[in-house]
């Protein structure tokens, strides 16, 4: 099953130059550049008095988040769906191992953070969380299993460092 979704999405790949550089940019470089730009946006829109606790949430999440994907890859070692199959070319280079997917934990983790402090724009970024993950399957970098778990344990890490937080600092 997870190779037949990875089919799914990687056809779209490989058709269209255009498209194969769109692929590219929403799956490798444009995520960095939203993700400013959303974090930043947020910081005005939320209440000043939770501007700081947002900025921790943001930092110590997306530090565990990035930390435990790394983690997990090591202990899971599962190779990348250009390793496995031979008929997959990626549209850009990736290396290491596959789950979870790092992008997918970090942008989930980051997406749920910004949900918790101000749902409408916590939404979107879900959203172009989503987007990157699909991108990155297109790509031929990520299996969807892969990408699967990197939302989830983004979600977990972002709820569990918010649940830390309140408590912390509440008291």
Known sequence: ????????FYHLAHHSQILDRVIVCIADSLPWVITIL?????????EREH???????????????WIASAVLKIIFSEPRPFVTLHDVAPLFQESGFAFPSGHATLFMAL??????????IGTWFVVVAVLIGLARIAAGVHYPFDI?????LGGVIA??????LNRWLSK
């Open 159 to 164: 709820y569990l460092v918010h649940t830390f």
């Open 111 to 120: 997406a749920v953070v910004t949900c918790l402090y101000h749902k409408r």
């Open 38 to 46: 959303i974090v930043m946006y947020a910081g005005i829109k939320i």
């Open 148 to 152: 699967l778990g990197g939302f989830i």
């Open 51 to 65: 501007r700081m606790r947002y900025a921790w949430a943001l930092v110590i999440t997306g530090a565990a988040s």
């Open 1 to 8: 099953m997870n190779t037949q979704l990875f089919y799914l």
